[in-house]
């Protein structure tokens, strides 16, 4: 594909880093209030050979970056209990008396918490008219937005959250919640064209 085209529809389209939707499989309704997210990164170990006067490398383990999201937390749905709801039901009992000591998080309850998370990169899409259909019908409208990519990460769990800061000198600013995501692995799918978002 040309880098510009003076020719008809074509040309270069880059991905824009305000297109994108996360889904949780396990917390419902977070995914409107996503307000930025981090995609996945990984690094490759090395360690190094010495002999006479060269150096030489090898690779070693493959590791992933946290993963860190920010939140608008609202009164419906409320961001801030569905958090503290996952530490709860992650196996985490606060220390009253001596039974609640005996309880610990599990990676299985931690991983439940939260199930798999998806960050979906979206094109830029639009509304399709359909052919005969005016515009200002309403129905018949198509949404053309499509998924043009997908990370998938594997086994994660919530290691921060941080509920925000308060303060009387801010009237204007939504409470956020940011909280950091750990995972085993990451999967990426990339989709020529595009699918359309569900």
Known sequence: MPFFSDSGPGGF??????????????????TFMVKSCSKPAYAVGSSKHAILNHEFKFPGRVTWDD???EFVDAVDPNVGSKFYNAL??????????????????TKVQVTDTIGEVRIKQLDGGGIVLPAGVDPGDGPGLVDSTRIIEEWT??????????WGKLDYNSDTDMLSISATITYDYATYHSTPGGIPVQ
């Open 13 to 30: 389209q880059p991905k824009r880093g305000f297109r994108f939707l996360v889904s949780f499989t396990e917390l419902s309704n977070l």
């Open 88 to 105: 709860l039901n992650s196996g985490y009992v606060n220390p009253i008396d001596e039974n609640s000591l005996l309880t610990g998080i």
């Open 153 to 162: 990460l594997k086994n994660a769990w919530l290691t921060k959250v941080s």
């Open 67 to 69: 993963v860190s999201i």
